[in-house]
């Protein structure tokens, strides 16, 4: 029998570290012919080559270039180029993995020409429709006859929605896989002493969801609540390009420089960034990643957000919901300063080898 030939899709920055582990996967068990296909949703060295070299992924086989552009233009234009690779390539299975908008263009795709697809991170929801990934993520779930669970929660989520049951697999957390394989590696980056700061004596923000970045008053908020913060403990921040660029448009350059122990940096590789991570005595994340990061690694996380699709990290990790609101943010932070933060435990299933099972569910699957 020939070797079935898979098709894994990336796009933009969090679904690297998911594809990797995968392909490395399904590569050792030797039984499919594999191809890598970018969307180019991200495009900058930051936003993306680096973590093909830090995570040892190989190139792409077929990049689609799309960039940037409204929701709309970006989804569309991903739609209309990966049509044409699944009729060029004619895949047995696409895999597709999150929730950005690369990831449901692909989906659809695949429900119209009857490939079946994949979805690596299935089952997550926050119910918060304002999120532009909440949608993402129901219309893939959808249209996905393979949905790939992280957590019970997932599984739950998803036959609340009348998901077949034959179609949901808990296969535990790849993000997790990706994390344990590289965390020695990245902690001897020693990227804190280049940022300038002590191994557990800094706080690692990240900012980027258009909920906290896009309106001024949100992000001049989350300004008022570093200001304070950062007395007390140093904060590093790489900075993603969009929350750059409302820094510049809403003229709040000069306040954060102003904040002598808040230290901006350009965004940082997958190594670089673990190490950061790995290392921080606290967490500040709008990021959905970050908070699954933040409980497998143990470290107190409060996430400046209203909600989660991640509720797990919340009932069983070291996370916390803390809301935009400077004083509630202030408050938390101190507490988890003074040494008062969540210890939480790893859930199940996020130990490594989910990857693994994800690999052996797409060798043994067949539509029925
Ligand atoms: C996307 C995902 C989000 C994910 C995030 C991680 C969607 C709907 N959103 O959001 O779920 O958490 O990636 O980063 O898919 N830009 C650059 N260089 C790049 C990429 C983007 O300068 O390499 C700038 C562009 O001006 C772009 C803006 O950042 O317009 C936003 O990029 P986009 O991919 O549209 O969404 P993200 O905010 O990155």
């Given at each position: 029998m020939s070797k079935r030939k898979i098709v894994h899709v990336v796009g933009a920055r969090p679904n690297f570290m998911k594809i990797a582990p995968v392909m490395r996967a399904i590569e050792r068990l030797g039984c499919a012919e594999q191809r890598l296909v970018h969307t180019g949703q991200h495009y900058d060295f930051s936003m993306s080559d680096v973590f093909f070299t830090d995570l040892g992924m190989p190139r792409a086989d077929i990049h689609l270039g799309v960039g940037s552009g409204s929701h709309a233009e970006q989804t569309a234009k991903v739609m209309v180029e990966f049509e044409r690779v699944c009729l060029e390539q004619k895949p047995d299975m696409v895999v597709v993995a999150g929730d950005v908008n690369s990831t449901m263009a692909c989906a659809i795709d695949c429900a119209k020409l009857r490939v079946p697809c994949a979805h690596v991170e299935?089952?997550?929801?926050?119910?918060?429709?304002?999120?532009p990934e909440e949608v993402n993520r129901m219309v893939t779930d959808r249209l996905c006859e393979i949905l790939l669970t992280p957590s019970a929660d997932g599984d739950e989520n998803l036959r609340r929605e009348?998901?077949?049951?034959?179609?949901?697999?808990?296969?535990?957390?790849v993000m997790i896989d990706s994390l344990l394989a590289h965390l020695p590696k990245a902690k001897a980056t020693a990227s804190p002493a280049r940022l300038g700061v002590e191994p557990g004596r800094y706080a690692l923000l990240t900012l980027h969801r258009p909920s906290n970045v896009d309106d001024r008053r949100v992000l001049g908020g989350l300004l008022d609540a570093l200001a304070q913060i950062q007395l007390v403990l140093p904060i590093v921040f790489p900075v993603h390009p969009r929350t750059r660029k409302r820094l510049d448009e809403f003229g709040l350059g000069p306040r954060v420089a102003a904040m002598k122990a808040l230290t901006l940096c350009e965004p940082l590789g997958y190594l670089e960034f673990l190490g950061l991570t790995s290392q921080a005595k606290l967490i500040l994340t709008d990021s959905g990643g970050l908070q699954e990061e933040s409980t497998a690694l143990g470290i107190p996380c409060l996430t400046l957000?209203?909600?989660?699709?991640?509720p797990i990290t919340v009932a069983q990790g070291?996370?916390?919901?803390?809301?935009?609101d400077p004083a509630v943010i202030v408050s938390e932070a101190k507490r988890v300063i003074d040494g008062h933060g969540k210890a939480g435990r790893i859930p199940e299933l996020?130990?490594?080898k989910a990857s693994e099972r994800v690999a052996r569910v797409l060798r043994d699957w067949h539509r029925v």
């Amino acid at each position: 029998m020939s070797k079935r030939k898979i098709v894994h899709v990336v796009g933009a920055r969090p679904n690297f570290m998911k594809i990797a582990p995968v392909m490395r996967a399904i590569e050792r068990l030797g039984c499919a012919e594999q191809r890598l296909v970018h969307t180019g949703q991200h495009y900058d060295f930051s936003m993306s080559d680096v973590f093909f070299t830090d995570l040892g992924m190989p190139r792409a086989d077929i990049h689609l270039g799309v960039g940037s552009g409204s929701h709309a233009e970006q989804t569309a234009k991903v739609m209309v180029e990966f049509e044409r690779v699944c009729l060029e390539q004619k895949p047995d299975m696409v895999v597709v993995a999150g929730d950005v908008n690369s990831t449901m263009a692909c989906a659809i795709d695949c429900a119209k020409l009857r490939v079946p697809c994949a979805h690596v991170e299935a089952g997550l929801r926050s119910f918060d429709l304002d999120m532009p990934e909440e949608v993402n993520r129901m219309v893939t779930d959808r249209l996905c006859e393979i949905l790939l669970t992280p957590s019970a929660d997932g599984d739950e989520n998803l036959r609340r929605e009348g998901t077949p049951e034959e179609r949901i697999f808990r296969v535990g957390n790849v993000m997790i896989d990706s994390l344990l394989a590289h965390l020695p590696k990245a902690k001897a980056t020693a990227s804190p002493a280049r940022l300038g700061v002590e191994p557990g004596r800094y706080a690692l923000l990240t900012l980027h969801r258009p909920s906290n970045v896009d309106d001024r008053r949100v992000l001049g908020g989350l300004l008022d609540a570093l200001a304070q913060i950062q007395l007390v403990l140093p904060i590093v921040f790489p900075v993603h390009p969009r929350t750059r660029k409302r820094l510049d448009e809403f003229g709040l350059g000069p306040r954060v420089a102003a904040m002598k122990a808040l230290t901006l940096c350009e965004p940082l590789g997958y190594l670089e960034f673990l190490g950061l991570t790995s290392q921080a005595k606290l967490i500040l994340t709008d990021s959905g990643g970050l908070q699954e990061e933040s409980t497998a690694l143990g470290i107190p996380c409060l996430t400046l957000r209203e909600n989660t699709e991640r509720p797990i990290t919340v009932a069983q990790g070291t996370n916390t919901l803390v809301g935009r609101d400077p004083a509630v943010i202030v408050s938390e932070a101190k507490r988890v300063i003074d040494g008062h933060g969540k210890a939480g435990r790893i859930p199940e299933l996020w130990d490594g080898k989910a990857s693994e099972r994800v690999a052996r569910v797409l060798r043994d699957w067949h539509r029925v």
